[in-house]
C-alpha cells in the first residue's frame, strides 16, 4: 500500500494480435491484426482455433467428416462393382443368357462408377479455410476432372454399342477412348497424390509413403494394360501373339495386386479420418479459446 492510502493496480496485458495472414479454420477468413483471443467476424468462430497449424484434429470437423463418407462411398463402390459383375456372370450363365448377364454386370458397373465419382468428389471438398490448397489444390481439382471424364465416357461407350456406325466415326470413338484413359491414368496419379499430402495432416507418415508407391505402381500399370488392350482392340483382325497375351496378363495381374493395396490403404485413411474428426469435434467443444469480452453473466464467450 503507498503512503497516501490507495493501492496500486496492475491492468492485465492486452491480448496479442495476429501479425500474419491467417484464414479462420471455419471459413477462411483473414484474421490478421485480430486479438488471439477473439472472434472471427465472419461465422463467429473462436480465433484461437485458427492457430494450431493445418493438422485434421484441429480442422472443422464438418470437414473432416465429408472426408470420410467420401472413402466410405468409393470402397462401397468398389463392392458394388465387383458383386454386380460376379452376380451377373452367375445369372448369364444360370439362364443360358450372355446378354441378361452382362446387362446386370454392366449396369452394377456403371452405377459403381457413379457412387465412387460421389465419393471422390466429397473425398475432395478443399478445406473451408483454404490451408493445404497450395500443396494438393491441383491434383485434388484434376481427380474431379478425370471423373466427370471417366462417367462421360462409359455414358459414350453405351450409346456407340445400341447404334451403328461408319468406320470414320468408330476411328474417332477409338481415339476418345484412348484420350479418356490417358485421363484416367492421370487421375489415378492425382488420386495417390492428393492422399499422400492429405495423410500428412493426420500426420501419418506411413499411409503417405504407401500413397506415394501406388502413385507410381499403381497409375503405371492401369496406364499400361488400359493402352496395350486398346492397342488390341485397335489391330483388328490380327490376332496378338503369346508373348503379347501373356504380358498383358501379368500387367494385369500386377494391377490387381496394387488395386487390392490401394483399397486396403483407402480402408485404413479412412479410419483415420474418423479418428481425427472425432477429435476434431473434442477439440472443438471443449471450447479452450475464450472471446476478448466476456457476456455480462460473467460466462466466458466460446
Known sequence: ?????????????????????????????????????????????????????????YCDPNWVDALRRGVKCIIAAVVLGIFGVVAGIALGVGAGNAGIGFAVGGGAVVVAMIVAAVGWWMLTQPDPSGLGEDQYGTPRK?????????LAHVALVGLTATITVDDATLLALQAVSVVAIVVSAVGIFAECSYLERIARRIPDEKLSSRAHFLMW?????????????????????????????????????????FLIMFLLMLEKIGKRFKEQATAARQTWAAVPFQALTPPATGTPLV
Not at 496485458?13 to 483471443?37: F, H, M, W
Not at 484434376?142 to 471417366?150: H, K, M, N, P, T
Open 1 to 57: 500500500m503507498s503512503g497516501d492510502g490507495i493501492v496500486p493496480t496492475t491492468s492485465a496485458p492486452a491480448a496479442a494480435a495476429i501479425a500474419q495472414d491467417t484464414p479462420c479454420r471455419k471459413c477462411g477468413y483473414n484474421l490478421r491484426g485480430l486479438s488471439v483471443e477473439g472472434r472471427c467476424p465472419e461465422c463467429g468462430t473462436s480465433v484461437g482455433f485458427s492457430l494450431q497449424g493445418d493438422l485434421l484434429r
Open 142 to 150: 484434376i481427380i474431379r476432372v478425370a471423373q466427370v471424364v471417366g
Open 217 to 257: 505402381a499403381l497409375g503405371v500399370s492401369y496406364a499400361g494394360s488400359q493402352l496395350m488392350s486398346t492397342a488390341a482392340n485397335l489391330s483388328g483382325s490380327r490376332r496378338p501373339t503369346q508373348g503379347f497375351v501373356c504380358f498383358n496378363a501379368i500387367l494385369n495381374l500386377f494391377m490387381l495386386v
